[in-house]
């Protein structure tokens, strides 16, 4: 099974600012997914991150709002730009079967 | 397109009974695999139980097991001798293809009482 870590693990921040969260997998891996999950929702599919090409966006999701970076095969970044409070949630990356253990953010 | 339904936004159980958590899912890939996950309130995802769409056998995994019926589309996922620390949303979510995305239930909020 993969070990995965996400950092932060929660955050507080203001209205029109940028938040960067990390993912670090215990071993290398072709396919990396973020998810969010809003309040009270399910898991939603942002994008898929793929070392060496352009993440994969799902439908409601561009690249300007949720830029990603995946750098090696044990890392990746979701920056989550320009907030509101609707993109309070929490922010999971996954490989394989396996979740990190979550970024819960909230924007004020 | 895939889809997942679980019909049970809350369940009730009493301590060290059984219980189960219904899922029906819906796609026209003949490969695919099925999973469930808790999430306690500490919103991480913890994965509990797989059932391959050709597995023959159910799959067990200590207290949980999935009652996979492939004719009806169900993989529903049995907890037996609830504990306290079960009550958690249980999702059932979904796969077609290895490598590809998972497709999530609504949940299922299950408390276990004393």
């Known amino acids: 099974s993969a070990v995965i870590s996400q950092k932060p693990s929660r955050d507080i921040c203001q209205r029109g600012t940028s938040l960067t969260i990390q993912c670090q997998v215990d071993?290398?891996?072709?396919?990396m997914f973020w998810y969010r999950q809003q309040p009270g929702q399910s898991l939603t599919l942002i994008a898929t991150?793929?070392?060496?090409?352009?993440?994969?966006?799902e439908s409601g999701f561009v690249i300007d709002k949720f830029p990603i970076s995946r750098p090696n095969l044990t890392f990746s970044t979701l920056t989550v730009s320009n907030m509101s409070p609707e993109d309070s949630s929490i922010y999971l990356c996954?490989?394989?079967?396996?979740f990190g253990p979550g970024t819960r953010l909230t924007v004020l | 397109a895939q889809k997942i339904t679980q019909t049970q936004p809350g369940m009730f159980v009493q301590e060290k009974e059984a219980v189960t958590l219904d899922c029906t899912y819906d796609?026209?890939?003949?490969?695919?695999?099925l999973f469930w996950y808790k999430q306690p309130s500490s919103g991480e995802m913890i994965f509990l139980i797989y059932?391959?769409?050709?597995?023959?056998q159910n799959a067990t995994e200590g207290r949980y097991s999935l009652n996979f019926q492939k004719a009806r589309k169900s993989a529903n996922l049995v907890i037996s001798a609830s504990q306290l620390g079960d009550s958690a949303m249980y999702f059932c979510?979904?796969?077609?293809?290895?490598?590809?995305?998972?497709?999530f239930g609504p949940g299922t909020r299950l408390s276990v009482l004393p």
């Open positions: 996954s490989v394989d079967r396996f």
């Open positions: 071993s290398q891996v072709t396919m």
């Open positions: 991150a793929n070392q060496g090409s352009e993440a994969t966006y």
């Open positions: 796609t026209s890939d003949p490969s695919y695999g």
């Open positions: 059932q391959g769409s050709y597995d023959q």
């Open positions: 979510a979904m796969r077609e293809d290895y490598g590809q995305n998972f497709v």
